[in-house]
């Protein structure tokens, strides 16, 4: 049997195949509202055969968004129009599942179509924040350190996003803690150097998303699955590294954390990533190997045979497809054929098997 066509049960859900649709932005949104886009987008990954659906990186606030045009689920209002989503996407036996964020200083940005730069306040921007008052890149604006209290009510948004995503029936939480996102920034000793219980060593820097997933376990069941996605590496020396990805994924581990998505990069910029084939996989067995903990592999996947390979290998639990899928929704219906492997199709779509 094909590997990745394996079923994969966590807790009470159990996803098909080892496919999962890797969450990408697609700077659609209005106040943060899901629309026909969303709809379309992720349904036809339903369609097209993926186990798992995980939306977009939705922001926990207004301030968190990365542009204008995020998705949102900062408000109860956003919760009907997700539900019409997830909904669809399980009546085509998938399972769905929502990327929680926070932009931090990355935050404030026109869509990339439009150039993606900052947006200034004057402009309809706004004031962003971060671990410490280090631009992400020079010449930006200085984002505000977070007090202790603001680092609080981060943690309460998190925890209120996760209890609208139970009610909007999402099965799946992962929690993004990668790309240089505000929770990198706090891992990160390069966009870290407060001074107080969240700077400095690596018990204070991992703490901000220690209170996120002991937050949002306190509304998000026993039962359902939590991701959480990190960048591994930053690759560059003295920053956030495997080894330190390896101690948080033990920690996250005893916290009740399922699988650690292993990601790399997005914190700080100018630095050489080695983008071939597969490059991020490493990681990720690593991770699985040191930390024993469920994994997925995400980057410059492109292949049936590639994915399989990854799980045959056991660097991986789940793989994760983004430009892939962008490119072809129904890559896993076309996988499996490549593989020699016997899935069901849409009864809709069966003549064309």
Same mark, same amino acid.
């Given at each position: 049997?094909? $590997?990745?066509?394996?079923?994969l049960?966590? $807790? ?8 999962a649709?890797?969450p990408m932005?697609? /700077? *659609?949104s209005e106040?943060g509202?899901a629309?026909d886009?969303h709809?379309?987008?992720?349904? *036809? +990954?339903?369609?097209?055969? %993926? ?9 926990? *606030?207004p ?20 539900? =019409?989503?997830?909904?669809?996407i ?11 964020a926070? %932009? ?14 900052e947006?200034?306040? *004057?402009e309809g921007?706004w ?7 280090? !631009? ?11 007090t202790?209290?603001?680092?609080? @009510?981060v943690?309460?948004?998190?925890? %209120?996003?996760?209890? =609208? %995503? ?14 240089? /996102?505000l929770?990198? #920034?706090f891992l990160?000793p ?7 219980? /969240? ?6 820097r991992? +703490?901000l ?9 306190t509304?998000w !069941?026993?039962?359902? &699955?939590?991701?959480? +996605? ?11 590294d ?7 994924s033990?920690?996250l @581990? ?13 914190n ?8 071939v ?6 990681l990720?067995? #690593? ?5 024993t ?9 492109t292949t ?7 799980l #045959? ?12 899928l962008l490119?072809? &929704?129904y890559? !896993? ?10 899935? @069901?199709? !849409?009864?809709?779509?069966? +003549?064309?098997?």
């Amino acid at each position: 049997m094909a $590997k990745l066509f394996e079923p994969l049960q966590i $807790k009470s859900v159990t996803l098909k195949n080892r496919i999962a649709v890797s969450p990408m932005c697609e /700077y *659609s949104s209005e106040d943060g509202f899901a629309n026909d886009w969303h709809l379309v987008h992720l349904g *036809s +990954r339903a369609i097209g055969g %993926a186990g798992l659906i995980v939306m977009e990186a939705t922001a926990i *606030s207004p301030e968190g968004r990365i542009t204008p045009a995020d998705m949102g689920i900062w408000k109860d209002d956003h919760i009907t129009n997700l539900q =019409r989503i997830t909904t669809f996407i399980h009546q085509h036996d998938a399972v769905a599942g929502i990327q929680l964020a926070h %932009a931090g200083r990355k935050a404030s940005n026109n869509v990339p179509w439009q150039g993606g730069k900052e947006i200034a306040i *004057s402009e309809g921007g706004w004031k962003v924040l971060s671990a410490s008052a280090i !631009p992400f890149h020079e010449g930006a604006d200085l984002p505000i350190e977070l007090t202790t209290d603001g680092i609080k @009510k981060v943690t309460g948004d998190f925890k %209120a996003a996760a209890q =609208r %995503a139970l009610t909007a029936g999402f099965k799946v939480i992962e929690i993004h803690a990668a790309h240089g /996102y505000l929770i990198n #920034q706090f891992l990160s000793p390069f966009s870290n150097q407060r001074t107080d219980e /969240y700077g400095g060593i690596f018990e204070n820097r991992v +703490r901000l998303l220690v209170e996120v997933v002991t937050a949002i376990k306190t509304v998000w !069941p026993d039962n359902l &699955p939590l991701f959480v +996605r990190i960048s591994a590496t930053e690759w560059k020396e003295g920053g956030w590294d495997i080894q330190q990805s390896v101690q948080l994924s033990k920690l996250l @581990k005893d916290l009740g954390v399922d699988l650690i998505d292993c990601s790399s990069g997005g914190n700080i910029g100018n630095v050489k990533i080695p983008l071939v084939a597969g490059y991020q996989v490493p990681l990720s067995a #690593q991770v699985k190997k040191e930390a024993t903990i469920l994994t997925g592999a995400v980057g410059l996947i492109t292949t049936a045979q590639q994915a399989e390979s990854i799980l #045959q290998n056991e660097q991986a639990d789940i793989i994760f497809l983004a430009r892939e899928l962008l490119r072809n &929704p129904y890559f !896993p219906l076309q996988a499996a054929r490549s593989l020699n492997f016997d899935i @069901k199709w !849409p009864v809709q779509y069966e +003549r064309a098997k």
